[in-house]
């Protein structure tokens, strides 16, 4: 059962996997508002904003990368859709295929889309001036945070791609997303906000991962950190996932 749920995986994987070749805007297209507000925030906001950091691009950086994630995921809703509109789903379901590949094709799709937009940016912000400290194991644990954070968020994608009724319902769910890390301390300290604000940034994932990635990054010691940014990335995976084959047996099992 095992190896025939991997072959299908990875067939259907490279079915997705052509699909994204023969469309590179689709990975062009995610990386051009995370380029934008890098460039914007840095050479335009940058002079303004107080962080404690010797350069703007590093204390930055971190939260840019997941804004790169969350303007790719949407593709996966929106493959996925196109996918159960199309008829696919049914002709699938009559093959002797394991029925969570497919799903499983879209995710890890995802997961090579977005480790490729995230090392595009990297290299801009490398142009920028942004310098790490970090060292193999802190790029390691750098690597394992930004993959759970896709999975999570990609699983989270799933549901609204199997579950709208239209193609902007199924990309837009991304856009409040992408409002959180504004409200967190990826492009300015918690405590530079007012109180309300400020509770709510220090109590939400982003800043919890923001922190970690840029603890990271800076070769700094980053305590607990990393753990809780890992647990609440696990924590969203499982909540996601969990929901997302949920919604899977209800709507084509």
């Known amino acids: 059962m095992t190896r025939h749920f991997l072959a299908d995986t990875a067939a259907l994987l490279g079915r997705s996997l052509r699909h994204i070749s023969r469309s590179p805007d689709t990975v062009i297209t995610t990386t051009i508002m995370p380029i934008a507000f890098l460039l914007l925030f840095v050479y335009v906001f940058g002079g303004a904003i107080r962080t404690g950091s010797d350069r703007y691009v590093n204390y930055l950086l971190p939260g840019i990368l997941l804004i790169t994630v969350v303007s790719g995921i949407s593709y996966t809703a929106y493959r996925l859709f196109l996918d159960l509109k199309g008829g696919i789903f049914e002709r699938f379901r009559s093959m002797p295929i394991a029925r969570s590949a497919v799903l499983w094709a879209h995710v890890l799709t995802s997961l090579v889309a977005n480790l490729i937009s995230l090392v595009v940016v990297v290299l801009v912000a490398l142009a920028m001036g942004f310098r790490s400290g970090a060292g193999p194991l802190a790029w ?49 300290p918690t405590d530079t906000m007012p109180g309300p604000v400020r509770a709510f940034a220090e109590h939400q994932p982003v800043t919890a991962i923001v922190d970690a990635l840029r603890g990271l990054l800076g070769g700094q010691p980053v305590g607990g950190a990393v753990g809780t940014a890992l647990a609440w990335c696990a924590g969203l995976l499982v909540v996601a996932y969990g929901g997302a084959m949920v919604v899977h047996r209800r709507r084509v099992g």
Do not use: Q
């Not at 799933?158 to 837009?172: E, F, H, Q």
């Open 140 to 188: 390691l644990a750098v690597t394992g945070i930004l993959l759970l954070f896709i999975l999570a968020l990609t699983w989270l994608a799933v549901i609204p791609g199997l579950t709208a009724t239209s193609v902007d319902g199924a990309s837009a769910f991304s856009y409040p997303l992408i409002l959180l890390p504004f409200v967190s301390s990826a492009f300015v």
